[in-house]
């Protein structure tokens, strides 16, 4: 295998990377901004993705007999708006169960409430998984059209003998991932509701003598945290199959992303997501399958040794 081959193989690598890094940074926003507002480590956020993925499918199954049958943009749409279904439960969720390990109600509980927190979420995620199999079965299922099929050439280049072939569905995508996190920024930095949030996750007690609802504040991130997660998985679904425990493989993503990035950090979460994804493409030029989650944990180990906030994390520094 000549030079040029193998810079075409790192070109194209790369860029798959770089694309399905921006769906993973989206999910890692969503888990950030629960653990930067809430101080909660959310095991069932997998689950959300998962349930993300399984509405944009349904909703593209019902809608794909009507006039919307050859609508290229359909699935995209779909994913923007598995957001606020799923922002509805995590608010429904945050009141029926979270809220009684969070906040407040946590200072009772033995280490800050963290252990339940730990078991309750787990549990979540459990239910989740095993209702997903009861309701959706087994079969893996995909939301696909003619762009998940289809690619834009880049090139040739470089003595008309490399080119870099993008897949339009995870182009787009990729674009919707950005937009929609630089949205959120702009929220947490710019309005009275990412200002209340911000206040909730820096000092609890002054934001409650301000006049702000911390509760309601946490229950608010959770549904914003659930919401952009579920964006992501039903991103996720137009260029993967996928089933009941998809979850659990892209919550340590999501996790490793976090940490990467720096806890508490948006702009850090997703660019450990970015980081990850392109990790995870460019080590399989090399090595098989299997072993690209290897790649990804000696990195985060050597970062985590050597920069133990993350890339964009200080130790004082929250949502």
């Not at 193989?9 to 653990?35: D, E, H, K, P």
């Not at 019902?62 to 598995?82: E, I, N, Y």
């Not at 009684?100 to 995620?125: F, I, M, N, P």
């Not at 090399?286 to 985060?300: G, R």
Request: hydrophobic fraction near 50%; proline fraction near 3%.
């Amino acid at each position: 295998m000549d030079a040029l081959q193998n810079l075409e193989n790192f070109l194209q690598s790369l860029t798959a990377g770089l694309l399905m890094g921006s769906m993973y940074g989206l999910m890692c926003v969503g888990l950030t901004i629960i653990f930067g507002v809430m101080r909660v480590i959310n095991f069932a956020q997998g689950e959300f993705m998962m349930l993300g993925m399984y509405f944009t499918y349904f909703c593209f199954a019902w809608l794909g007999v009507s006039a919307f049958a050859d609508a290229l943009w359909l699935p995209f749409l779909l994913a923007l708006l598995a957001g606020p279904a799923l922002f509805i439960v995590g608010l429904i969720l945050h009141r029926l169960l979270i809220h009684s390990v969070t906040g407040r109600k946590a200072s009772s509980l033995e280490a800050g409430g963290h252990y339940a927190q730990l078991v309750l979420t787990l549990g979540v995620a459990l239910v989740l998984q095993n209702g997903g199999l009861y309701f959706f079965g087994s079969t893996p299922v995909s939301v696909s059209n003619e762009l998940s099929y289809s690619a834009w050439e880049w090139g040739p280049m470089v003595g008309e003998r490399v080119s870099v072939f993008v897949n339009q569905a995870q182009t787009i995508s990729a674009l919707i991932a950005i937009v929609v996190v630089i949205g959120f920024g702009l929220l947490m930095g710019k309005t009275r509701l990412g200002k209340s949030l911000r206040a909730s996750a820096d000092n609890p007690d002054a934001a409650t003598y301000m006049g702000i609802n911390v509760d309601r504040a946490h229950r608010i991130a959770f549904g914003f945290g659930v919401g952009i997660t579920a964006i992501g998985g039903g991103l996720l679904a137009s260029n993967a199959p996928f089933q009941p425990y998809i979850g659990t493989e892209y919550v340590i993503i999501m996790y490793a992303g976090v940490v990467l990035g720096g806890l508490g950090s948006i702009r850090g979460a997703f660019f450990g997501g970015l980081t990850i994804g392109i990790l995870q493409q460019v080590s399989a030029i090399i090595l098989p399958n299997q072993l690209q989650n290897t790649v990804i944990f000696v990195c985060f180990l050597i970062v985590i040794l050597c920069r133990p906030q993350g890339f964009f994390g200080r130790k004082d520094r929250t949502a």
